[in-house]
Protein backbone atom coordinates (compact mmCIF):
# COMPACT_ATOMS: atom_id res chain seq x y z
CA UNK A 1 0.00 0.00 0.00
CA UNK A 2 3.25 2.50 0.58
CA UNK A 3 4.37 1.62 -2.55
CA UNK A 4 1.39 2.45 -4.36
CA UNK A 5 0.65 5.41 -2.62
CA UNK A 6 4.49 6.93 -3.06
CA UNK A 7 4.26 5.71 -6.82
CA UNK A 8 0.74 7.42 -7.29
CA UNK A 9 2.38 10.66 -5.23
CA UNK A 10 5.27 10.63 -7.82
CA UNK A 11 2.57 10.71 -11.13
CA UNK A 12 0.28 13.24 -9.77
CA UNK A 13 2.50 15.35 -8.64
CA UNK A 14 4.54 15.39 -11.73
CA UNK A 15 1.36 15.86 -13.35
CA UNK A 16 0.60 19.10 -11.26
CA UNK A 17 4.07 20.71 -11.90
CA UNK A 18 3.73 20.38 -15.28
CA UNK A 19 0.33 21.54 -16.00
CA UNK A 20 -0.61 23.56 -12.77
CA UNK A 21 -3.69 21.40 -12.04
CA UNK A 22 -4.68 17.98 -12.17
CA UNK A 23 -7.82 16.01 -10.89
CA UNK A 24 -7.68 12.86 -8.99
CA UNK A 25 -10.19 10.30 -9.38
CA UNK A 26 -11.91 8.59 -7.38
CA UNK A 27 -9.97 10.03 -4.13
CA UNK A 28 -12.49 9.15 -1.74
CA UNK A 29 -15.87 7.01 -1.21
CA UNK A 30 -18.75 8.44 -2.74
CA UNK A 31 -20.40 7.90 0.45
CA UNK A 32 -17.93 9.76 2.49
CA UNK A 33 -19.00 12.70 0.25
CA UNK A 34 -22.67 11.89 0.23
CA UNK A 35 -22.45 11.71 4.20
CA UNK A 36 -20.49 14.88 4.27
CA UNK A 37 -23.15 16.83 2.41
CA UNK A 38 -26.30 15.45 4.25
CA UNK A 39 -24.54 17.10 7.33
CA UNK A 40 -23.39 20.24 5.79
CA UNK A 41 -26.86 20.69 4.71
CA UNK A 42 -28.93 22.85 7.36
CA UNK A 43 -25.43 25.41 7.41
CA UNK A 44 -25.75 25.47 3.53
CA UNK A 45 -29.60 26.38 4.08
CA UNK A 46 -29.01 28.51 6.89
CA UNK A 47 -26.05 30.26 5.44
CA UNK A 48 -26.89 34.09 3.72
CA UNK A 49 -25.67 34.49 -0.01
CA UNK A 50 -22.43 36.47 -0.15
CA UNK A 51 -21.90 40.11 -1.02
CA UNK A 52 -19.35 41.96 -3.76
CA UNK A 53 -18.19 40.86 -6.79
CA UNK A 54 -15.62 38.55 -6.13
CA UNK A 55 -17.23 36.27 -3.45
CA UNK A 56 -20.59 36.26 -5.87
CA UNK A 57 -24.02 37.69 -4.66
CA UNK A 58 -25.54 34.26 -6.11
CA UNK A 59 -22.96 32.07 -4.19
CA UNK A 60 -22.79 30.99 -0.58
CA UNK A 61 -20.04 29.90 1.41
CA UNK A 62 -19.02 29.09 5.42
CA UNK A 63 -15.59 27.66 6.71
CA UNK A 64 -14.88 25.77 9.97
CA UNK A 65 -15.66 22.57 8.08
CA UNK A 66 -13.95 20.95 10.84
CA UNK A 67 -16.24 22.06 13.63
CA UNK A 68 -19.37 21.21 11.54
CA UNK A 69 -18.61 17.19 10.03
CA UNK A 70 -15.99 14.39 11.49
CA UNK A 71 -16.15 14.09 7.57
CA UNK A 72 -14.36 17.03 6.67
CA UNK A 73 -11.08 15.37 8.33
CA UNK A 74 -10.87 12.54 5.77
CA UNK A 75 -10.97 15.39 3.23
CA UNK A 76 -8.21 18.08 5.14
CA UNK A 77 -5.96 14.41 5.83
CA UNK A 78 -5.96 12.80 2.85
CA UNK A 79 -3.11 10.76 2.87
CA UNK A 80 -2.31 10.93 -1.31
CA UNK A 81 -2.99 14.43 -1.32
CA UNK A 82 -1.45 15.88 1.96
CA UNK A 83 2.07 14.21 0.43
CA UNK A 84 1.97 15.75 -3.21
CA UNK A 85 1.32 18.84 -1.28
CA UNK A 86 4.06 18.63 0.89
CA UNK A 87 6.13 17.31 -1.91
CA UNK A 88 4.92 20.83 -3.64
CA UNK A 89 5.50 23.29 -0.63
CA UNK A 90 8.19 21.33 1.51
CA UNK A 91 10.94 23.36 -0.21
CA UNK A 92 9.49 26.95 1.06
CA UNK A 93 8.74 25.98 4.71
CA UNK A 94 9.42 23.84 7.42
CA UNK A 95 5.80 22.79 7.97
CA UNK A 96 2.68 23.33 5.94
CA UNK A 97 -0.40 24.59 7.58
CA UNK A 98 -4.06 23.90 6.41
CA UNK A 99 -4.90 27.88 5.02
CA UNK A 100 -8.73 26.95 4.30
CA UNK A 101 -11.61 24.78 4.61
CA UNK A 102 -14.64 26.38 3.07
CA UNK A 103 -17.71 25.05 1.45
CA UNK A 104 -19.56 26.34 -1.77
CA UNK A 105 -22.67 26.66 -3.44
CA UNK A 106 -22.88 28.43 -6.48
CA UNK A 107 -26.70 28.92 -7.49
CA UNK A 108 -28.78 28.84 -10.37
CA UNK A 109 -27.58 32.39 -12.52
CA UNK A 110 -23.95 33.16 -10.77
CA UNK A 111 -21.90 34.46 -13.17
CA UNK A 112 -18.45 33.05 -13.90
CA UNK A 113 -15.91 34.60 -11.19
CA UNK A 114 -12.99 36.86 -12.04
CA UNK A 115 -10.35 34.74 -13.30
CA UNK A 116 -7.66 34.90 -10.22
CA UNK A 117 -4.41 33.41 -8.49
CA UNK A 118 -4.39 32.58 -4.58
CA UNK A 119 -0.95 33.14 -3.99
CA UNK A 120 -1.85 36.93 -4.77
CA UNK A 121 -4.08 37.02 -1.57
CA UNK A 122 -0.24 37.75 0.13
CA UNK A 123 2.45 40.33 -1.53
CA UNK A 124 5.28 38.07 -2.30
CA UNK A 125 7.48 37.70 -5.22
CA UNK A 126 5.25 35.28 -8.30
CA UNK A 127 7.72 33.05 -10.26
CA UNK A 128 9.50 31.14 -8.36
CA UNK A 129 8.08 30.00 -4.74
CA UNK A 130 4.72 28.36 -4.74
CA UNK A 131 2.66 29.64 -1.80
CA UNK A 132 -0.13 27.16 -1.58
CA UNK A 133 -1.69 24.00 -2.70
CA UNK A 134 -5.61 24.35 -2.99
CA UNK A 135 -7.92 20.99 -3.10
CA UNK A 136 -11.54 21.02 -4.80
CA UNK A 137 -13.86 18.33 -3.72
CA UNK A 138 -17.47 18.59 -5.55
CA UNK A 139 -20.58 17.37 -3.64
CA UNK A 140 -22.32 17.52 -6.63
CA UNK A 141 -21.67 16.64 -10.19
CA UNK A 142 -19.13 19.63 -11.48
CA UNK A 143 -20.11 20.20 -15.26
CA UNK A 144 -19.43 23.55 -17.34
CA UNK A 145 -23.08 24.03 -17.45
CA UNK A 146 -23.62 24.16 -13.62
CA UNK A 147 -20.57 26.73 -12.92
CA UNK A 148 -17.85 23.84 -12.67
CA UNK A 149 -14.15 25.56 -11.81
CA UNK A 150 -12.87 26.82 -14.60
CA UNK A 151 -8.57 26.45 -14.76
CA UNK A 152 -5.88 28.02 -17.25
CA UNK A 153 -3.22 24.83 -18.00
CA UNK A 154 0.25 26.21 -17.86
CA UNK A 155 -0.59 29.22 -16.39
CA UNK A 156 1.42 28.51 -12.70
CA UNK A 157 5.11 29.28 -11.49
CA UNK A 158 6.74 31.88 -14.06
CA UNK A 159 4.06 31.77 -16.64
CA UNK A 160 2.02 33.72 -13.50
CA UNK A 161 4.11 36.55 -14.63
CA UNK A 162 2.52 36.68 -18.59
CA UNK A 163 0.06 39.59 -19.18
CA UNK A 164 -2.34 37.24 -20.26
CA UNK A 165 -3.02 33.13 -20.52
CA UNK A 166 -1.48 31.58 -23.81
CA UNK A 167 -4.21 28.83 -23.56
CA UNK A 168 -8.20 28.34 -23.25
CA UNK A 169 -9.45 27.25 -19.75
CA UNK A 170 -10.66 23.64 -19.14
CA UNK A 171 -13.79 23.27 -17.14
CA UNK A 172 -12.96 20.79 -14.20
CA UNK A 173 -15.94 18.15 -14.41
CA UNK A 174 -15.62 15.48 -12.05
CA UNK A 175 -17.82 13.44 -9.85
CA UNK A 176 -18.07 13.25 -6.33
CA UNK A 177 -15.65 11.51 -4.95
CA UNK A 178 -12.99 13.25 -7.28
CA UNK A 179 -10.27 16.32 -6.27
CA UNK A 180 -9.36 19.03 -8.30
CA UNK A 181 -5.39 19.67 -7.14
CA UNK A 182 -3.99 23.04 -8.65
CA UNK A 183 -1.44 25.29 -7.62
CA UNK A 184 -1.97 28.61 -6.02
CA UNK A 185 0.05 29.81 -9.01
CA UNK A 186 -2.50 28.50 -11.40
CA UNK A 187 -5.12 30.55 -12.88
CA UNK A 188 -8.66 29.83 -11.83
CA UNK A 189 -12.26 30.89 -11.23
CA UNK A 190 -15.57 29.67 -10.93
CA UNK A 191 -17.49 29.12 -13.94
CA UNK A 192 -21.08 30.63 -14.30
CA UNK A 193 -23.64 28.37 -13.43
CA UNK A 194 -26.69 28.54 -16.20
CA UNK A 195 -28.46 25.63 -14.97
CA UNK A 196 -31.48 25.33 -12.08
CA UNK A 197 -29.08 23.41 -10.27
CA UNK A 198 -27.23 24.67 -7.26
CA UNK A 199 -23.44 23.35 -7.71
CA UNK A 200 -21.46 22.66 -4.02
CA UNK A 201 -18.30 21.47 -3.50
CA UNK A 202 -15.80 22.14 -0.68
CA UNK A 203 -11.97 23.94 -1.27
CA UNK A 204 -10.04 22.68 1.03
CA UNK A 205 -5.94 24.88 0.85
CA UNK A 206 -2.80 24.28 2.06
CA UNK A 207 0.23 27.24 2.51
CA UNK A 208 3.33 27.61 4.17
CA UNK A 209 4.01 27.47 7.95
CA UNK A 210 5.01 31.21 7.56
CA UNK A 211 2.24 32.85 5.86
CA UNK A 212 -0.72 34.25 7.73
CA UNK A 213 -3.60 32.01 7.09
CA UNK A 214 -6.90 33.13 4.57
CA UNK A 215 -8.88 31.44 7.54
CA UNK A 216 -8.03 32.22 10.86
CA UNK A 217 -8.00 28.56 11.96
CA UNK A 218 -7.13 29.57 16.04
CA UNK A 219 -10.14 30.90 15.95
CA UNK A 220 -12.02 28.88 13.90
CA UNK A 221 -10.80 26.07 16.24
CA UNK A 222 -9.85 27.29 19.82
CA UNK A 223 -8.35 25.04 22.57
CA UNK A 224 -11.75 23.76 23.40
CA UNK A 225 -12.69 22.52 20.11
CA UNK A 226 -8.90 21.76 18.63
CA UNK A 227 -8.66 18.95 22.11
CA UNK A 228 -10.80 17.19 20.11
CA UNK A 229 -9.00 16.42 17.08
CA UNK A 230 -6.12 13.82 16.22
CA UNK A 231 -2.82 15.42 17.12
CA UNK A 232 -2.02 15.75 13.92
CA UNK A 233 -4.69 17.31 12.93
CA UNK A 234 -4.40 19.88 15.89
CA UNK A 235 -1.02 20.73 14.30
CA UNK A 236 -2.32 20.85 10.66
CA UNK A 237 -4.91 23.50 11.96
CA UNK A 238 -2.05 25.66 13.36
CA UNK A 239 -1.08 24.18 16.93
CA UNK A 240 2.26 23.33 16.28
CA UNK A 241 5.60 26.28 15.58
CA UNK A 242 7.24 26.92 12.38
CA UNK A 243 11.18 26.91 13.23
CA UNK A 244 12.48 29.74 13.91
CA UNK A 245 9.64 29.92 16.83
CA UNK A 246 6.90 31.28 14.61
CA UNK A 247 3.51 31.20 16.12
CA UNK A 248 4.36 30.21 19.56
CA UNK A 249 2.52 30.88 22.88
CA UNK A 250 4.71 32.21 25.78
CA UNK A 251 8.09 30.78 23.99
CA UNK A 252 6.33 26.96 23.70
CA UNK A 253 4.41 24.97 20.92
CA UNK A 254 0.70 25.90 20.80
CA UNK A 255 0.13 22.51 21.22
CA UNK A 256 0.54 23.06 25.19
CA UNK A 257 -2.96 24.84 25.13
CA UNK A 258 -4.26 21.37 24.03
CA UNK A 259 -3.74 19.84 27.43
CA UNK A 260 -5.83 19.07 30.45
CA UNK A 261 -5.33 20.75 33.93
CA UNK A 262 -4.62 24.72 34.97
CA UNK A 263 -3.19 27.48 32.62
CA UNK A 264 0.54 27.77 34.58
CA UNK A 265 3.42 29.83 33.86
CA UNK A 266 5.79 28.87 30.68
CA UNK A 267 9.03 28.83 30.16
CA UNK A 268 10.70 29.99 26.59
CA UNK A 269 11.91 26.70 24.96
CA UNK A 270 14.21 27.75 21.38
CA UNK A 271 12.62 26.19 18.25
CA UNK A 272 15.15 27.18 15.38
CA UNK A 273 16.24 25.34 12.00
CA UNK A 274 19.30 23.43 11.95
CA UNK A 275 21.16 26.06 10.37
CA UNK A 276 20.21 28.61 12.87
CA UNK A 277 21.19 26.16 15.51
CA UNK A 278 24.61 25.08 14.20
CA UNK A 279 25.46 29.19 14.01
CA UNK A 280 24.08 29.80 17.79
CA UNK A 281 26.23 26.70 18.55
CA UNK A 282 29.32 28.10 17.25
CA UNK A 283 28.71 31.65 18.46
CA UNK A 284 27.99 29.68 22.35
CA UNK A 285 30.99 27.51 21.77
CA UNK A 286 33.74 31.06 20.78
CA UNK A 287 32.36 32.70 23.75
CA UNK A 288 33.02 29.57 26.14
CA UNK A 289 36.62 29.58 24.63
CA UNK A 290 36.79 33.01 25.31
CA UNK A 291 35.89 33.11 28.46
Known sequence: ?????????????????????????EALPVATIAALDDELSPRFDATPFGQGGFYGETTKRFGRLLAHSAHAAKLVQHALILSIVEDILA?????????????????????????????????????????????IWPLTEFRAENGATMVWPNTHGERALDPEPLSDPIAAAMEPGAALIFLGSALHGAGANI?????????????????????????????AIARTFAPDLAALVGYRQH????????????????????????????????????????????QRRAA
Request: charged residues 20%.
Open 1 to 25: MKNATQSAQGYWTAVLREQGYCIVP
Open 195 to 223: TGEVRRGIVVGYSLGWLKPYENQWLAYPP
Open 91 to 135: PFCDRIQLNVAQAIAVHPGAPAQLPHRDQDMWRAPAGETEYLVNV
Open 243 to 286: RPNLGNFEGQCPSVLLRDGPERSLGAIDALRPDQQAMLDAFLLD
